[in-house]
């Protein structure tokens, strides 16, 4: 099995879970390269992930994913993301 570091973007940064889903991403020795959220009080991301591209409009993270995507195969992004269920 490959050990590749894996790249991923995260939909709802400022969710309850989200800080487990970038704790994990990091003990595993990946990459979080770009995180959403429709509010920007999301500051979690910096202690774990400081280079990662933080954003509070859709468009211009998905404009984002799409320009990382389209630089070759070592930068493959894993789109997993875990969104925030408003109740």
Known sequence: MENSVKNFA???AAGYIAPRH???IKDLGHNLVAAY???DSVGIIDSYFPQ???FTEF???DRH???ISRQGTQNR???HLFPKLST
Do not use: Q, S, T
């Open 10 to 12: 995260l939909i709802g």
């Open 65 to 67: 994913l799409e320009k």
């Open 22 to 24: 970038m704790k994990a």
């Open 52 to 54: 990662a591209h933080f």
């Open 37 to 39: 959220d429709k509010n």
């Open 77 to 79: 992004l894993c789109r």
């Open 59 to 61: 468009e211009r993270f």
